[in-house]
């Protein structure tokens, strides 16, 4: 599947020409949705410090911490595997745009440091 992004005139005359090549031949399917920016490498680099920072000082694993605080903020489903319980994440925070990722990681700054006492400086 290709993927467009336009915000320009030449873009937008970019995706008409390639419509315009696709064979009738067969029939193709078009999706045209409003464009949002995913989180930023850096919004990512500066959750997983935190994870670290705060799975350090429990001595869990920073995976272990992102889990929970993805359940914490998007809520979550129980999900029975043989004799427990798994908590499952309602949604994940990779798919998050720039704006719900920030309120996310303001979320599990928030819980980290009156949890824990740990931020980052």
Not at 4 to 14: A, D, K, M, N, Y
Request: aromatic share 10%; net charge neutral; hydrophobic share 35%.
């Amino acid at each position: 599947m290709s993927e467009l992004v336009i915000q320009t005139e030449i873009q937008r005359g970019r995706a008409v020409k390639i419509i315009q090549a696709l064979s009738l031949e067969k029939p193709w399917r078009m999706v045209v949705e409003p464009h949002h920016n995913r989180r930023t490498t850096s919004q990512n680099a500066r959750l997983w410090a935190l994870h670290q920072k705060v799975a350090q000082h429990l001595g869990v694993a920073p995976d272990d911490m992102h889990e929970e605080s993805c359940c914490r903020f998007f809520g979550y489903e129980e999900k029975k595997i043989g004799a427990f319980i798994r908590r499952i994440p309602i949604e994940r925070s990779r798919y998050q745009d720039t704006k719900r990722f920030r309120e996310f990681m303001d979320a599990t700054e928030h819980w980290y440091i009156e949890e824990f006492g740990i931020w980052l400086e």
